[in-house]
């Protein structure tokens, strides 16, 4: 039985994230909506819920923990991914109280992101 | 550098023994500096090879630590070859604002790319950006004398003239102490660490000595051996400064220019082997194969990095036959 694809946002105020990581996790049927802007990114939010979001740390506008409080008000089942630039473990353990899912530091491979979207997604269906 | 610090401050001041000590162990810090240097290229040309998720302040915070790195070669160089430290930090100066520039660049250089197979997606400004860095770092397209690579060749060529100069006191020192002389074979023998707070008082024979980089450098000469053969036979009385685990072999020779310094702890992260010979020496007898090898205006240079233990003893026992087998 197929599974139903997930909706996955990503945002990251540095072009090249989004626009290299949404064709790669395209690739597995995922339906994915980059943004560089934290602001935009929860105006369509708040239009239509996504399963997942994964969300850079340190963005100028708004940063990723913001975000993450923001998106977890709206909807408790979405799992928010941190992408952190910084990998320290005080910003790691700052995200997880807050309710992340997980973290990643950059650089990473997109396939190491998807570790995690697969284990956010089993969580989704269990 | 507290350690070295305390050394200079336990060890005893009427010989050059213990500054010969404390060169040595100041060498092996500058030899990690520059491990940490190729690391850096190394980890660059990795995430350029497409696979990888990074941004400006990746490549930014790369190039950044390479001109923090490299201001550390520079220091110990100094340290080090003091006569240098000017022309050093001139050329160091250099490298900074081309860092800068590179940075304020912003990647708008177009096809600055190290290799001629970069995808079309590699026109990101971040790729680009990184691109042009590798290019700084080590491009074989670069102009020349340019690279950091080049500065590196020139700063580690330098430190090495003024430690193997011959009339430096701590070499001289050498030769004045007869309890440094290996019994049993033909190397001066010192202990970096005791030798540099007491002397010896009786020689000390190279099968007795507690180093496991020098016994398997030694593992396959046999009792009579100890001097160099063939092309190394020029290379006159060796000096062998030991501790448990590391090794740095050097010659007296004036006229022959060989360094052999590597750490064998089985910590595989941070053992090496590096090797520095005149432009005369054929590394390509000597080494086993698996070696980095740089040549350069002042000679040739090669290391082995990131190898498990079995690899650095088995290398420094090819190694040894080659030179005295």
């Not at chain 1, 998106?71 to 941190?82: C, D, E, G, N, P």
């Not at chain 2, 010192?190 to 002397?199: C, P, R, V």
């Not at chain 2, 420094?316 to 036959?321: A, K």
């Amino acid at each position: 039985m197929n599974e139903q694809p997930l909706k996955i946002m990503v945002i990251d105020d540095e072009n090249i994230v989004g626009k290299r990581l949404k064709p790669a996790l395209e690739k597995t049927g995922d339906i994915v909506e980059a943004f560089e802007e934290g602001e935009t990114a929860l105006a369509r939010f708040a239009q239509e819920p996504f399963d997942i979001v994964v969300t850079d740390i340190r963005m100028e506008k708004i940063d990723g923990i913001e975000i993450l409080e923001r998106i977890l008000a709206k909807s408790q089942r979405t799992k928010v991914i941190i992408i952190t630039g910084y990998a320290t473990v005080e910003i790691a353990r700052e995200a997880l109280s807050k309710g992340a899912f997980d973290f990643i530091a950059k650089p990473f491979k997109p396939s190491d992101l998807r570790q995690i979207i697969e284990r956010a997604s089993k969580e989704l269906r269990s | 550098m507290q350690l070295l610090e305390k050394l200079k401050k336990l060890g005893h001041k009427n010989t050059g023994i213990r500054d010969f000590c404390i060169q040595t162990i100041r060498f092996k810090k500058f030899l990690e500096n520059a491990r940490s240097l190729l690391d850096l290229f190394e980890d660059g040309r990795e995430k350029f090879t497409g696979e990888y998720i990074f941004d400006r302040h990746y490549v930014v915070s790369l190039i950044d630590s390479v001109v923090e790195q490299l201001g550390m070669m520079v220091y110990d160089a100094s340290v080090l070859a003091p006569d240098r430290g000017e022309e050093l930090y001139a050329a160091y100066d250099r490298h900074k604002l081309a860092a800068a520039n590179l940075i304020e660049s912003n990647g708008s250089r177009p096809n600055a790319g190290p290799s001629e197979s970069l995808a079309a997606d590699r026109d990101d400004p971040e790729y680009q950006l990184l691109s042009d860095a590798l290019m700084w770092f080590n491009g074989k397209n670069a102009a020349a004398h340019t690279t950091v690579m080049e500065l590196m060749k020139k700063i580690f060529f330098f430190v090495i003239q003024s430690l193997e100069s011959p009339g430096s006191p701590e070499r001289q020192a050498l030769s004045e102490k007869s309890t440094v002389l290996a019994a049993d074979k033909d190397f001066y023998l010192i202990d970096l660490w005791k030798d540099a707070l007491a002397l010896p008082e009786t020689q000390r024979s190279v099968s007795d000595f507690n180093s496991v980089p020098l016994r398997h450098l030694l593992m396959d000469v046999d009792e009579t051996g100890g001097k160099a053969k063939g092309h190394f036979q020029k290379s006159g009385a060796w000096v062998a400064a030991a501790s448990e685990y590391q090794l740095s072999l050097n010659t007296l020779n004036p006229d022959f220019q060989f360094r052999l310094e590597t750490l064998a702890s089985g910590y595989e992260p941070s053992d090496f082997i590096f090797i520095f010979a005149d432009s005369s020496t054929n590394l390509d007898t000597l080494l086993p194969k698996g070696f980095h090898v740089e040549n350069s205006d002042y000679g040739r240079f090669a290391w082995n990095l990131d190898v498990s233990a079995k690899t650095i003893e088995d290398s420094l026992m090819i190694i040894g036959r080659n030179l005295f087998g």
